[in-house]
């Protein structure tokens, strides 16, 4: 993967949690995150450790991770790192890969499903398996039958 990937691919890893998590101390942070969004964290800032500039950016971000100046300042000194270092690159790209299967997003209204779950959002249906008969969905429905007509 190139080094542009990899870097947004962390960086969206991480962004949500740091900002959920709100200011933090820079030595705090994996012990906020879950287990391969900590890994991937502690990888990057031990990188960092060697460059004054990115480990500025990293402070900033523990620091206001919803600030798009401090998330844009940290992705940039990531993929610098990244594109110099082809060792660093690959280590990141399997850290990346391991934290996305662990790591679950949601947006809006909704329900997530894992390990091979059925789940439906607000106002939907989630079927597994066969289903046999009517269905209705919705609110406020009325349903007639003729067999309640004729069966008194």
Do not use: C
Request: proline share 4%; net charge negative; hydrophobic share 40%.
């Amino acid at each position: 993967m190139d080094p542009a990937t990899i870097a947004a691919a962390a960086a969206s890893i991480l962004f949500p949690y740091l900002a959920k998590a709100g200011k933090l101390v820079i030595e705090d942070v994996s012990k906020q995150l879950p287990d391969m969004a900590g890994k991937l964290w502690d990888k990057i800032s031990q990188k960092f450790q060697d460059k004054p500039a990115a480990q500025d950016a990293a402070k900033d971000l523990a620091s206001q991770a919803d600030d798009k100046d401090n998330q844009s300042a940290f992705e940039t000194q990531l993929r610098k790192m990244l594109k110099d270092d082809p060792t660093f690159l690959e280590e990141l790209s399997s850290l990346v890969e391991k934290a996305q299967k662990e790591s679950i997003s949601l947006q809006g209204s909704g329900a997530i499903a894992t390990h091979g779950g059925v789940a439906a959002g607000q106002g939907g249906v989630a079927v597994q398996g066969n289903v046999n008969g009517n269905i209705v969905v919705g609110s406020n429905n009325s349903i007639n039958s003729d067999r309640k007509k004729n069966n008194p």
